[in-house]
């Protein structure tokens, strides 16, 4: 039953990332640590595995959703690359500072996030393209984006994307630039994540550091077609349509993970 679950979650996970951008990390974190929690592992590694492997997916989800944006011609690299440098180190420190938090933390932050990300999609008043900051701010804003996504493991859209149209960028613009960047951001945070793992002594058979092999398998070969599927859908889709269904799946996935870890961060 394991296997079909990491098999329909690579699926949703793989349409996401090639929808918006998103990497899948909103539906593999969740999913993962259900499955892995129902197994009876300790709550110590529960979070942490699934981030780690969550990671690890969208090193595989962001290659194919790239190919398919740039067939389109949709990836504005020039942001990429100065996003990009920042993502890297940010990505790498945070996959290590995540590793040290306790489970139900990370969960609860995940839930804050995608509340304001929400808001700022419903509510915010996006700039004018001109407004785009300098080469050197957008790789401070690539650092930022890159820690809070390791520490959190999901793929920077749900950041990227909601960054990128406050300043002025056309939202499919955004999300094709934020499966770009998903690629190093995913393989620095996965490998901060491996590496910190290696020390825990309590992780299941099957895991190399904090990423579970078996479930990263399954998730990797359902998630491939689906992310090409989704970055085609994303092409056809218009501005509004896209910012309502992005800012509808976040705010429905951070208000359950607020709602079910406050009472277990606060009252501790």
Known sequence: MDYFLYLAAGALAG?????????????IVPVLVFLFTASGWSQDIIT???????????????????????????????????????????????????????GYLLQLLFGCLMVLVAAQLVFGNPARESDLPSSGLLGGAGFMIGALSSVL??????????????????????VAVSAACGLPL???????????????????????????????????????????????????LNERRLRQLFAGISLVLGVRFIWINSPLVLGS
Do not use: E
């Not at 990332?17 to 998103?22: A, M």
């Not at 999901?154 to 994307?161: A, C, D, F, R, W």
């Open 186 to 236: 995913a393989l620095a945070g996965a490998a901060g994540y491996i590496i910190s793992g290696f020390n825990s002594t309590n992780l299941p058979d099957g895991s190399i550091g904090y990423l579970f092999f078996p479930a990263w398998l399954g998730i990797v070969l359902a998630s491939m077609p689906f992310a090409r599927l989704g970055a085609r859908v994303a092409h056809r």
């Open 48 to 102: 942490h595995l699934a981030i780690g492997t969550s990671l690890g997916t969208i090193v595989v989800t962001s290659m194919v959703s790239i190919a398919t944006f740039q067939q389109h011609r949709m990836i504005r690299w020039p942001i990429v690359r100065s996003l990009a440098a920042g993502i890297v180190v940010g990505a790498f420190i945070g996959g290590f500072a995540g590793s040290q938090l306790s």
């Open 153 to 174: 493991g999901i793929g920077g859209g749900s950041l990227t994307v909601p960054f990128l149209t406050y300043r002025g960028v056309v939202i499919r613009q955004a």
């Open 15 to 27: 349409l996401l990332s090639g929808l918006f951008g998103l990497g899948g990390g909103i539906i």
